[in-house]
C-alpha cells in the first residue's frame, strides 16, 4: 500500500530558531499533501493544503509567515515553523492523497520548543 | 462549510462484543467520501473503512462495517467481535470536490477484558 514518510518524528528546538519537517511519498506521486497540527486529545486540524510546483493554501488563522510549506516535488512537502515558541509545540502530522483517492498518513513529528 | 460531528467522546465495549460509533456529517456537494480513522497511542492515523457516497452498499472489511444513511447524513461504524488491539481513537471524516479531510472530534474507545 501506499506510505508516507515522515521525519523527524520527534524535535525539540529552542526558542527563536527554526524547525523544518519533511513528509515524503515513498511509493506514489502526491500532488497534494496536507499538514495537521493536533493537541492533546483532541482532532486534527488542518493547517493547510500543500501543491506541487505552487504556493499552499492556508486555513484560516494558521499564520503563513510562520508555518512555511514547500512542496518542490512530487514526493517531498517540508514544513518550516520559524522563530519557534514553546506555544508552537504541537504534534504534526502529514498526509498525502494517493492514486486511489485515500489518504495516508506520516507517522508524525513531536515538536517541543524550550 | 462541512461538519462531521461525534457525539460520543468515550465508548467502553468488552472483548469479543459488538460496539457502534456514531458519526453524523453536513454538506451541500453530492459526490463525496466517508471515511472512519484509528489512531491509537503510537498516534499513527490508520484508514479503517472508507464509504463512496454514490455507492448505497454498505461498505465492510472484515470485522468493520459502516451504516451509511446518505438521507440523515449519518455514518456509524460497527466492530464486531472486539479485540484488545482495536483499543484507540477512532474519527469520522468527510471529503468533498475540495479533496481536504474534515474530521469529527473523536470517540476514544476501550476495549476491556
Known amino acids: 500500500g501506499a506510505v508516507v514518510s515522515q521525519h523527524p518524528s520527534r524535535v525539540i528546538c529552542k526558542s527563536g530558531t527554526s524547525v523544518k519537517i519533511e513528509c515524503r511519498s515513498l511509493?506514489?506521486?502526491?500532488?497534494?499533501m496536507f499538514w495537521y497540527r493536533q493537541f492533546p486529545k483532541q482532532s486534527l486540524m488542518l493547517m493547510a493544503t500543500?501543491?506541487?510546483?505552487?504556493?499552499?493554501?492556508?486555513e484560516q488563522g494558521v499564520e503563513k509567515d510562520k508555518f512555511l510549506i514547500n512542496h518542490a516535488s512530487l514526493t517531498l512537502s517540508t514544513l518550516t515553523v520559524t522563530s519557534a515558541h514553546p506555544e508552537d509545540s504541537s504534534f504534526y502530522i502529514c498526509?498525502?492523497?494517493?492514486?486511489?483517492?485515500?489518504?495516508?498518513f506520516g507517522s508524525g513529528t513531536r515538536l517541543t520548543v524550550v | 462549510a462541512q461538519t462531521v460531528t461525534q457525539s460520543q467522546p468515550e465508548m467502553s465495549v468488552q472483548e469479543a462484543e459488538t460496539v457502534t460509533l456514531s458519526c453524523t456529517y453536513d454538506?451541500?456537494?453530492?459526490?463525496?467520501?466517508l471515511f472512519w480513522y484509528k489512531q491509537p497511542p503510537s498516534r499513527q492515523m490508520i484508514l479503517v473503512i472508507r464509504?463512496?457516497?454514490?455507492?448505497?452498499q454498505n461498505a465492510t472489511e472484515n470485522r468493520f462495517s459502516v451504516n451509511f444513511q446518505k438521507a440523515a447524513k449519518s455514518f456509524s461504524l460497527k466492530i464486531s467481535d472486539s479485540q484488545l488491539g482495536d483499543t484507540a481513537m477512532y474519527f469520522c471524516?468527510?471529503?468533498?470536490?475540495?479533496?481536504?479531510?474534515?474530521f469529527g472530534t473523536g470517540t476514544r474507545l476501550q476495549v476491556t477484558l
Open positions: 498526509s498525502a492523497r494517493d492514486h486511489n483517492y485515500g489518504y495516508t
Open positions: 511509493d506514489f506521486q502526491a500532488t497534494t
Open positions: 500543500s501543491n506541487e510546483g505552487s504556493k499552499a493554501t492556508y
Open positions: 454538506t451541500s456537494e453530492s459526490n463525496y467520501y
Open positions: 464509504q463512496e457516497a454514490y455507492k448505497q
Open positions: 471524516a468527510h471529503t468533498g470536490t475540495a479533496s481536504k479531510l474534515t
